[in-house]
T-cell receptor
Framework: QKEVEQDPGPLSVPEGAIVSLNCTYS??????FMWYRQYSRKGPELLMY????GNKEDGRFTAQVDKSSKYISLFIRDSQPSDSATYLC????????????FGTGTRLLVSP | EPEVTQTPSHQVTQMGQEVILRCVPI?????FYWYRQILGQKVEFLVS????????KSEIFDDQFSVERPDGSNFTLKIRSTKLEDSAMYFC????????????FGPGTRLLVL
């Protein structure tokens, strides 16, 4: 079983749609959960950071963590064509120097 | 807003040659990382660096790789004898002291080994 699993997509939605992106993981030591956005051939850009379980909202973005199910989600409301990118989930333990483990990324395409 | 910078943006080299990739982490950050991303694959951890020494490294980070913080601002990754399979995007990241555990990534260096 892969440590972090993420559907690679692509996920195509019309402008204005609500987007749901998800990752599952197997390592119960993970405590820190991040979502990064990556445009083609660019570096990952931090979008959301959550510690342990719960929800976090920032503008059009909501991150959810369900540690009991080892499942994390990112919701994008009122999606825009500029949201078209690859979304990477990443996670790390609460110990050590926090090596991040990434999912493969989900490619999102928002059409006008 | 402070950001991580990396140079060069692109590097083409011949197999067996040495390359040095450079990074300037965010000022006052204490933890430094290198990751790589082979085209079409996921981002993979290479090494973490704290207090002037390697704190953790992956299986990928073999004896051909080394890291250094030669001064108060730069953080470098050296590959001594490049292989074809070293072709990838290399990302530097940095993190503040404990509390906010987020890592901020640079734009990457695209390395092509011929």
């Amino acid at each position: 079983q892969k440590e972090v699993e993420q559907d690679p997509g692509p996920l195509s939605v019309p402008e204005g749609a609500i987007v749901s992106l998800n990752c599952t993981y197997s390592n119960s030591a993970f405590q820190y959960f991040m979502w990064y956005r990556q445009y083609s051939r660019k570096g990952p850009e931090l979008l959301m950071y959550t510690y342990s379980s719960g929800n976090k909202e920032d503008g059009r973005f909501t991150a959810q963590v369900d540690k009991s199910s080892k499942y994390i989600s990112l919701f994008i409301r009122d999606s825009q064509p500029s949201d078209s990118a690859t979304y990477l989930c990443a996670m790390g333990p609460n110990t050590g120097f926090q090596k991040l483990v990434f999912g493969t990324g989900t490619r999102l395409l928002v059409s006008p | 807003e402070p950001e991580v910078t990396q140079t060069p943006s692109h590097q083409v080299t011949q197999m067996g040659q040495e390359v040095i990739l450079r990074c300037v982490p965010i000022s006052n950050h204490l933890y430094f990382y290198w990751y790589r991303q082979i085209l079409g694959q996921k981002v993979e951890f290479l090494v973490s660096f704290y207090n002037n020494e390697i704190s953790e490294k992956s299986e990928i980070f073999d004896d051909q790789f080394s890291v250094e913080r030669p001064d108060g601002s730069n953080f470098t990754l050296k590959i001594r004898s490049t292989k074809l399979e070293d072709s990838a995007m290399y990302f530097c990241a940095s993190r503040d002291r404990g509390g906010q555990e987020t890592q901020y990534f640079g734009p990457g260096t695209r390395l092509l080994v011929l």
